[in-house]
């Protein structure tokens, strides 16, 4: 069983950074890939980032590319998602993820464990 508990969202303007946490409980953490994922009301959940369990690859959206990304640090049973650039059109909950395997998989239904996200909100 995996806990994650997202943090560092907020209210920030137009071209401004976020960085998000998400720390994960269990002894394990390090044989799970992590992703991000956003989500609007009435709209469905939107792929944002993944990583693979080791850190050596990673994946983006390509809403996203070049200006999110996503770390992990194993020893801290935490990963994150540094945003640059923000736009009004990042505005979302966004939710971190945990599957178990190797890999990084863009679908929501390849993720066993969510958080229960934290809001971001970007003003123009």
Sequence with gaps: QVQLVES???LVQAGGSLRLSCAASGRTFSSYFMGWFRQNPGK???FVAGISWSGSSTYY???????????????RNTVYLQMNSLKPEDTAV?????????GIHVGPDR???????TQVTVSS
């Design 94 to 102: 966004y939710y971190c993820a945990a599957g178990r395997g190797p």
């Design 111 to 117: 993720y066993d464990y969510w958080g229960q996200g």
């Design 61 to 75: 959206g390509d809403s996203v590319k070049g200006r999110f990304t996503i770390s992990r640090d194993n020893a």
């Design 44 to 46: 469905e959940r939107e």
């Design 8 to 10: 560092g969202g907020g």
